[in-house]
């Protein structure tokens, strides 16, 4: 219904997505091109390494978790106001802490879709202890977390603003500051998440606008890459040459129909990612 959150374990060479609305984690393995899913109680929206051995974090809709599958989750971050607004967008900084976005809770109890809105989301930086501090109010659906790669700016978007910002990061005290507007008022769709590629170009899947965008690092638009589905909705890069754009959407609007709707698409490009981050967790 609503891929999200899609990871790249380079070990492994797995590809790890969620599917919000559905409450499931999936894992696509290259070696032998099998599919395992798991199923939570609640919704799942992002999926990160950590530098535990066989330890991912999620982001669920009630906080920051640690896995290790297939044991049950630990929660690591509870999320105040849960279940009126619920975690969205998150990944990890260079620096080892994880950034997470929350907006209001648009998925009921049984997973259905409920209208979406207001200007209740916060940006939160949770340590690997679980400590948490927020960093940006007043949003309405965060996505888009990333790192340039030289670590000197972090970005950061809200989709019913359509705009993304850019930040100075300070890899140091895993701070950021200075918010100014990076890309924004784009007329397809909204801005939903987004992958860095080496070369410190953001390419951000535009939900319900049928298209990917490559940002230069000024803001400018390099090319506009078509979706066969009107809602991509992340991506990230891997691949065994790390080259390859791992793309998730959702299904189409009520009452319309698509064919790839949902799907977990490839696309082959020029250009390397940038390597996911770990979040750094206290020894134990």
Request: aromatic letters at 12%; a negative charge.
């Amino acid at each position: 219904m609503c891929g999200e959150g899609v990871l790249w374990e380079r070990d492994t060479q797995s590809v790890y997505w969620t599917d919000i609305n559905r409450f499931l984690v999936h894992r696509y393995r290259l070696q032998d091109g099998t599919v395992k899913t798991w199923f939570f109680s609640e919704p799942v929206t992002c999926v990160m390494e950590t530098n535990r051995r066989d330890t991912l974090a999620l982001s669920l809709g009630s906080g920051i978790a640690l896995w290790k599958p297939p044991e049950p989750h630990t929660q690591l971050f509870a999320l105040p106001g849960w279940p009126f607004v619920r975690c969205n967008d998150a990944a990890v900084d260079p620096g080892g802490v994880l950034w997470v976005g929350t907006m209001r809770n648009n998925v009921l109890a049984n997973g259905a879709p409920e209208d979406h809105g207001g200007r209740n989301g916060v940006l939160y930086r949770v340590e690997g202890t679980g400590a948490a501090s927020e960093w940006r109010h007043g949003l309405g659906i965060s996505n888009t977390l990333l790192w340039s790669p030289d670590r000197s700016r972090f970005y950061f978007g809200d989709s019913l603003q359509n705009c993304i910002w850019s930040y100075e990061y300070d890899v140091a005290g895993k701070t950021i500051r200075g918010e100014q507007p990076f890309f924004q008022d784009f007329e397809r769709g909204s801005p939903d998440g987004s992958a860095m590629d080496s070369e410190g170009f953001l390419w951000n899947c535009r939900y319900g606008g049928g298209c990917i965008v490559r940002i230069a690092p000024n803001g400018a638009i390099d090319r506009v890459i078509e979706m066969p589905v009107s809602r991509p909705t992340n991506c990230t890069f891997g691949g065994p040459r790390g080259n390859v754009l791992y793309v998730t959407s959702a299904s189409p609007a009520a009452g319309h129909w698509e064919r790839f709707g949902g799907s977990l698409f490839t696309i082959e490009t020029n250009v390397t990612g940038v390597a996911e981050n770990k979040l750094l967790l206290p020894a134990g």
